[in-house]
């Protein structure tokens, strides 16, 4: 090698390329969702702000405890969860949100499954039935638990006015601890069977028309096609509709706050009503922390097993 002559060094360009090509895909990819990612970005920080944030600070306070609103905090750890596990009234109210559960969503979906099945067929007087069955849904809670402590007024409302020429003495509706939660309970029925009715409407028209036809050639009656074709394609649809109404019996509570008050003798009283009391009447926010959290995770537990439910019947042959 001369002295004029530079020397040159060996450029590891077998490794270097990889990376290049890497990082172009890289950045052409985030190019592309870029727009995407910034359309959803108010929603993601609404989304983090009010949710996550809010669990967030749930999970704060339920380690924490305060002796009056202007106190200092004092770390307790669990044991607001244990007060609640212990406290009477709290077990009280996840008995009533069962019972309100069962006796809302059963009648409710069966009441959904009628007349999906009573309506399926898409015509000008079938329409108007499922606009007037729909109705309910669009009055918000507070204004129909309005109207219904109207209905339920003792001896001067109109369920009292009707049934007063058949029984010689009326119950108390509201007033009754033995059937004031089941009282309650009507208004959520009125209101929810027709917003489940769209469901089993939409699960209809997924069930194969040729199979139905062949089984009424085959000479299969109704019956025989509801119970063998119709139901059996809606079982995604049962699943979906019960875990909606299981999760609208947990978090509805303002006609509890406009009827009863949890009352009488907390016979009424759920479990969101009873976050609302240690919160707001009693000002225990650790403890009303500590029953949110306990909500939450079996509404979480809830939904996961029912989502893996869906996805063993999905992936079933």
């Known amino acids: 090698m001369s002295l004029a002559e530079p020397a040159t060094l060996p450029v590891a360009t077998t490794s270097v390329a990889p990376r290049l090509d890497l990082l ?15 359309l959803l970005l108010p929603s993601l920080v609404f989304l983090a ?21 202007k106190a200092p905090l004092r770390f307790v750890g669990l044991d607001n969860i244990a007060a609640v596990l212990a406290d009477p009234a709290f ?9 309100y559960a069962v006796g809302t969503a059963v009648p409710s979906i069966a009441l959904a499954l009628l007349f999906a099945l009573a309506l399926a067929r898409t015509h000008a007087v079938n329409s108007a039935l499922r606009a007037a069955l729909f109705l309910p849904v669009l009055i918000p809670m507070v204004a129909a638990s309005a109207l219904f402590l109207f209905i339920f007024l003792p001896n ?6 009707y049934i007063g020429r058949l029984l010689p003495v009326l119950p108390n509706w509201l007033g009754d601890p033995d059937i ?32 139905m036809e062949a089984a009424h050639l085959d000479g299969a009656g109704p019956y025989m096609r509801l119970r063998h074709i119709i139901l059996p394609e809606l079982k995604p649809t049962f699943l979906f ?31 969101l009503f009873y976050i609302y009391q240690q919160a707001v009447e009693h000002y225990d926010i650790g403890k009303a ?13 809830l939904t996961a097993l029912s989502f893996r439910t869906m996805a063993n019947r999905e992936g079933a042959p």
């Open 24 to 38: 172009t895909r890289l950045t052409a990819r985030v190019k592309a969702s870029l727009p995407a990612y910034l």
């Open 49 to 69: 702000l009010f949710t996550y944030g809010a669990m967030g600070r749930v999970l704060i306070d339920a380690l924490y405890q305060r002796a009056t609103p």
């Open 91 to 99: 077990t009280g109210a996840v008995v009533n949100n069962l019972i």
């Open 156 to 161: 001067v409302g109109l369920l009292d006015y």
């Open 180 to 211: 004031a939660l089941y009282a309650i309970m009507v208004i959520t029925i009125w209101k929810n069977a027709g917003y489940y009715m769209l469901f089993f409407l939409a699960g209809l028209q997924a069930v194969p028309e040729d199979v």
């Open 241 to 271: 509709v019960t875990v909606i109404a299981i999760l609208n019996a947990v978090t509805q509570v303002d006609h509890v706050f406009v009827m009863t008050q949890g009352g009488p003798s907390n016979s009424t009283n759920l479990v």
């Open 289 to 301: 922390s500590a029953a949110t959290l306990l909500t939450l995770a079996a509404l979480m537990g």
